[in-house]
């Protein structure tokens, strides 16, 4: 399942938000989160 980068939580994929940060692909629970992570996409994408 994909993990929230932003909040750590782990969603089912059909219920994430998606985001493509080159080339690759990021799940967001909520818009919040996606909005965090576009803001600051450096303090986030090491995370797995
Ligand atoms: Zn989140």
Do not use: Q, W
Not at 5 to 16: F, K, T, Y
Not at 22 to 44: L, S, V
């Amino acid at each position: 399942m994909p993990v929230d980068p932003v909040c750590g939580i782990e969603m089912d994929e059909s219920l994430a938000l998606v985001h493509e940060h080159k080339g690759k692909k990021y799940y967001f629970c909520c818009n919040g989160c996606r909005k965090i992570f576009i803001k600051k996409p450096k303090k986030y994408k090491n995370k797995s």
